[in-house]
Protein backbone atom coordinates (compact mmCIF):
# COMPACT_ATOMS: atom_id res chain seq x y z
CA UNK A 1 0.00 0.00 0.00
CA UNK A 2 1.33 3.10 -0.85
CA UNK A 3 0.89 6.60 0.99
CA UNK A 4 -2.45 7.93 1.32
CA UNK A 5 -3.12 10.90 -0.82
CA UNK A 6 -3.40 13.61 2.34
CA UNK A 7 -6.26 15.78 0.09
CA UNK A 8 -8.57 13.15 -0.47
CA UNK A 9 -9.27 11.02 2.50
CA UNK A 10 -11.92 9.38 3.89
CA UNK A 11 -13.92 9.98 6.87
CA UNK A 12 -12.91 7.30 8.60
CA UNK A 13 -8.94 7.93 7.45
CA UNK A 14 -9.82 11.67 8.79
CA UNK A 15 -11.01 10.59 11.95
CA UNK A 16 -8.13 8.35 12.03
CA UNK A 17 -5.56 10.93 11.74
CA UNK A 18 -7.15 13.26 13.53
CA UNK A 19 -7.04 10.96 16.82
CA UNK A 20 -3.49 10.34 15.75
CA UNK A 21 -2.40 13.68 15.65
CA UNK A 22 -4.09 14.72 19.20
CA UNK A 23 -2.72 11.95 21.02
CA UNK A 24 1.18 12.49 19.47
CA UNK A 25 0.66 16.12 21.23
CA UNK A 26 -0.46 14.50 24.29
CA UNK A 27 2.42 12.07 24.95
CA UNK A 28 4.30 12.10 22.10
CA UNK A 29 5.19 10.34 18.95
CA UNK A 30 6.55 6.79 20.74
CA UNK A 31 3.95 6.75 23.38
CA UNK A 32 1.24 6.87 20.36
CA UNK A 33 0.33 3.38 19.52
CA UNK A 34 -1.91 2.17 17.29
CA UNK A 35 -3.94 0.76 19.66
CA UNK A 36 -4.68 4.05 21.35
CA UNK A 37 -5.18 5.30 18.03
CA UNK A 38 -7.53 3.03 17.21
CA UNK A 39 -9.92 3.35 20.69
CA UNK A 40 -9.44 7.76 19.88
CA UNK A 41 -10.82 6.81 16.27
CA UNK A 42 -13.37 4.58 17.89
CA UNK A 43 -12.55 2.09 15.02
CA UNK A 44 -11.14 -1.07 15.32
CA UNK A 45 -7.19 -1.44 15.16
CA UNK A 46 -6.84 -3.68 11.95
CA UNK A 47 -9.02 -0.64 10.10
CA UNK A 48 -6.00 1.79 10.71
CA UNK A 49 -3.55 -1.03 8.72
CA UNK A 50 -6.41 -1.30 6.17
CA UNK A 51 -5.80 2.61 5.71
CA UNK A 52 -2.44 3.09 6.43
CA UNK A 53 0.46 0.80 5.90
CA UNK A 54 1.82 1.48 9.43
CA UNK A 55 1.93 3.89 12.67
CA UNK A 56 4.70 6.06 10.36
CA UNK A 57 2.62 5.82 6.97
CA UNK A 58 -0.15 7.25 9.28
CA UNK A 59 1.55 10.13 10.55
CA UNK A 60 3.34 11.32 7.46
CA UNK A 61 0.13 11.82 5.74
CA UNK A 62 -1.19 13.71 8.64
CA UNK A 63 1.46 15.51 8.72
CA UNK A 64 1.87 16.66 4.50
CA UNK A 65 -2.06 16.76 4.88
CA UNK A 66 -1.45 19.98 7.66
CA UNK A 67 1.83 21.21 6.22
CA UNK A 68 -0.06 21.70 2.56
CA UNK A 69 -2.91 23.58 4.37
CA UNK A 70 -0.64 25.65 6.56
CA UNK A 71 1.61 26.53 3.34
CA UNK A 72 -1.82 27.40 1.46
CA UNK A 73 -2.87 29.69 4.45
CA UNK A 74 0.68 31.37 4.85
CA UNK A 75 0.59 32.25 0.52
CA UNK A 76 -3.04 33.80 0.84
CA UNK A 77 -2.45 36.03 3.96
CA UNK A 78 1.10 37.53 2.65
CA UNK A 79 0.36 37.89 -0.81
CA UNK A 80 -2.10 40.95 0.34
CA UNK A 81 -1.23 44.49 0.53
CA UNK A 82 -0.40 45.64 4.02
CA UNK A 83 -0.03 49.74 4.67
CA UNK A 84 3.29 49.83 6.54
CA UNK A 85 5.26 47.69 9.32
CA UNK A 86 3.15 48.41 12.01
CA UNK A 87 -0.38 46.83 10.28
CA UNK A 88 2.16 44.24 8.67
CA UNK A 89 2.99 43.29 12.20
CA UNK A 90 -0.06 43.72 14.19
CA UNK A 91 -2.20 41.70 11.15
CA UNK A 92 0.73 38.70 10.90
CA UNK A 93 0.76 38.60 15.13
CA UNK A 94 -2.77 37.84 14.83
CA UNK A 95 -2.48 35.53 11.91
CA UNK A 96 0.06 33.58 13.46
CA UNK A 97 -1.41 33.09 16.85
CA UNK A 98 -4.36 31.89 14.71
CA UNK A 99 -2.46 29.65 12.68
CA UNK A 100 -0.67 27.64 15.77
CA UNK A 101 -4.23 27.93 17.37
CA UNK A 102 -5.99 25.90 14.23
CA UNK A 103 -2.77 23.91 13.67
CA UNK A 104 -2.06 23.15 17.27
CA UNK A 105 -1.42 19.51 17.51
CA UNK A 106 1.16 19.66 14.47
CA UNK A 107 3.11 22.64 16.25
CA UNK A 108 2.94 21.07 19.57
CA UNK A 109 3.78 17.29 18.39
CA UNK A 110 6.55 19.05 16.08
CA UNK A 111 8.24 20.65 19.65
CA UNK A 112 7.63 17.29 21.62
CA UNK A 113 10.04 15.57 19.01
CA UNK A 114 12.42 17.64 18.31
CA UNK A 115 15.92 15.69 18.17
CA UNK A 116 13.94 12.30 17.52
CA UNK A 117 15.96 11.18 14.68
CA UNK A 118 12.98 8.45 13.73
CA UNK A 119 10.47 11.18 12.99
CA UNK A 120 12.60 13.78 11.59
CA UNK A 121 11.34 12.81 7.89
CA UNK A 122 7.33 13.36 9.51
CA UNK A 123 7.75 16.10 11.24
CA UNK A 124 8.10 19.24 8.85
CA UNK A 125 5.85 21.82 10.25
CA UNK A 126 6.32 24.90 8.30
CA UNK A 127 6.94 27.80 10.83
CA UNK A 128 10.64 28.28 8.83
CA UNK A 129 8.46 29.10 6.16
CA UNK A 130 5.80 31.59 7.97
CA UNK A 131 9.32 32.91 8.86
CA UNK A 132 10.36 33.27 5.85
CA UNK A 133 7.14 34.76 4.47
CA UNK A 134 7.52 37.37 7.18
CA UNK A 135 10.92 38.37 6.88
CA UNK A 136 10.35 39.40 3.02
CA UNK A 137 7.30 41.51 3.41
CA UNK A 138 9.04 42.90 6.56
CA UNK A 139 11.86 43.93 4.53
CA UNK A 140 9.37 45.26 1.24
CA UNK A 141 7.46 47.37 3.74
CA UNK A 142 10.30 48.86 6.45
CA UNK A 143 11.41 52.38 5.94
CA UNK A 144 14.47 51.33 7.84
CA UNK A 145 16.89 50.61 5.36
CA UNK A 146 20.09 50.67 8.28
CA UNK A 147 19.01 46.80 9.32
CA UNK A 148 20.52 44.08 7.64
CA UNK A 149 18.93 40.83 6.05
CA UNK A 150 20.02 38.69 9.71
CA UNK A 151 18.67 41.38 11.75
CA UNK A 152 15.44 41.20 10.09
CA UNK A 153 15.97 37.61 10.14
CA UNK A 154 16.17 37.94 13.80
CA UNK A 155 13.54 39.68 14.70
CA UNK A 156 10.95 37.58 12.75
CA UNK A 157 12.44 34.70 14.63
CA UNK A 158 11.93 36.02 18.31
CA UNK A 159 8.65 37.25 17.32
CA UNK A 160 7.29 33.68 15.75
CA UNK A 161 9.43 32.14 18.72
CA UNK A 162 7.03 34.28 21.38
CA UNK A 163 4.04 33.51 19.70
CA UNK A 164 4.59 30.14 19.95
CA UNK A 165 5.47 30.40 23.38
CA UNK A 166 2.18 32.07 23.98
CA UNK A 167 0.08 29.10 22.42
CA UNK A 168 2.75 26.18 24.52
CA UNK A 169 1.43 28.21 27.38
CA UNK A 170 -2.16 27.82 26.60
CA UNK A 171 -2.06 24.47 25.70
CA UNK A 172 -0.27 23.37 29.01
CA UNK A 173 -3.02 25.32 31.12
CA UNK A 174 -5.54 23.45 29.55
CA UNK A 175 -4.15 20.03 30.34
CA UNK A 176 -2.92 20.65 33.43
CA UNK A 177 -4.31 22.34 37.15
CA UNK A 178 -1.47 24.38 37.23
CA UNK A 179 -3.41 28.03 37.91
CA UNK A 180 -0.40 30.72 36.59
CA UNK A 181 -0.30 32.29 33.68
CA UNK A 182 1.99 34.15 31.57
CA UNK A 183 1.35 37.75 32.19
CA UNK A 184 2.72 38.43 28.33
CA UNK A 185 -0.04 38.83 25.84
CA UNK A 186 0.38 38.60 21.73
CA UNK A 187 -0.28 42.71 21.87
CA UNK A 188 2.52 42.82 24.38
CA UNK A 189 4.56 40.79 21.68
CA UNK A 190 3.43 42.98 18.44
CA UNK A 191 4.37 46.34 20.47
CA UNK A 192 7.85 44.86 21.65
CA UNK A 193 8.83 44.06 17.77
CA UNK A 194 7.16 47.08 16.34
CA UNK A 195 9.78 49.06 18.42
CA UNK A 196 12.40 47.18 17.11
CA UNK A 197 11.01 47.97 12.94
CA UNK A 198 9.53 51.43 13.45
Same mark, same amino acid.
Given at each position: ??????????????????????? #?????????????????????????????????????????????????? #???????????????????????????????????????? #?????????????????????????????????????????? #???????????????????????????????????????????
Amino acid at each position: MENVNEEAVTNTQQRIIDAALDL #VSHVGYKSTTTKMIAQKAEVNETTIFKNFQSKQVLMDTAFKQHTKQITKE #VDEFFSQSFNNTTDLMKQSGQFIAKIFDKHRQIVIGTIKE #VGNEQTKTIFTYRQEYIQQKLCNKLKDCSNDRSLTDQQYETI #VFIFNSAIMSLLVDKARKEYSDDEQSMTIQLDDVIELILKTVN
